[in-house]
């Protein structure tokens, strides 16, 4: 093998080992940096971040048709509006909630569906001031 093979494979093998060594170092960086108490990493829809937009009653019903339709579940507030037409148990359950207290509707039909509550999540708007 010529001198060129040789500088070859050694350059390869440096450029390797330069990726390997700022891989190690970006997850210790990681490691030794966990979040502060409090801190919040997100998982969750970015939605949750409405949670400090507040409604009152009279606010949500207001939107009780099927174009706007807000409704409450647990004192929380959800924007039903895009979720209508989706709903796998039909736009006609969904659209009697408009503007309403729907806690007691959804608790009895999804209270144990995770999938129910998760959707729900990605579609919440703000809390209830009252
Ligand atoms: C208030 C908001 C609601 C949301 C976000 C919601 C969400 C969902 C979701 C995500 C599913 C699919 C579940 C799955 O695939 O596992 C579903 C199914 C269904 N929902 Fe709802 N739902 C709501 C209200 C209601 C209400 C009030 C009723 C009945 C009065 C209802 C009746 C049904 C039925 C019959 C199904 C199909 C069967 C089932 O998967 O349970 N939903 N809903």
Known sequence: MNNKV???IGG???IIGIVLVSRWTTREAQRNNPPADGQVIRTSPASEENIGVLFTRSDVATHNSATSCYAI???TVY???SWIGKHPGGPEKIIP???TDATAAFSKQHGS???ATTTL???LIGSLSQ
């Open 6 to 8: 040789y500088w070859l």
């Open 97 to 99: 909630l408009c503007g």
């Open 73 to 75: 579940v647990s004192g």
């Open 113 to 115: 569906s995770t999938k």
């Open 12 to 14: 390869i093998i440096v």
């Open 79 to 81: 924007d039903l509006t």
């Open 121 to 123: 999540a990605s579609l």
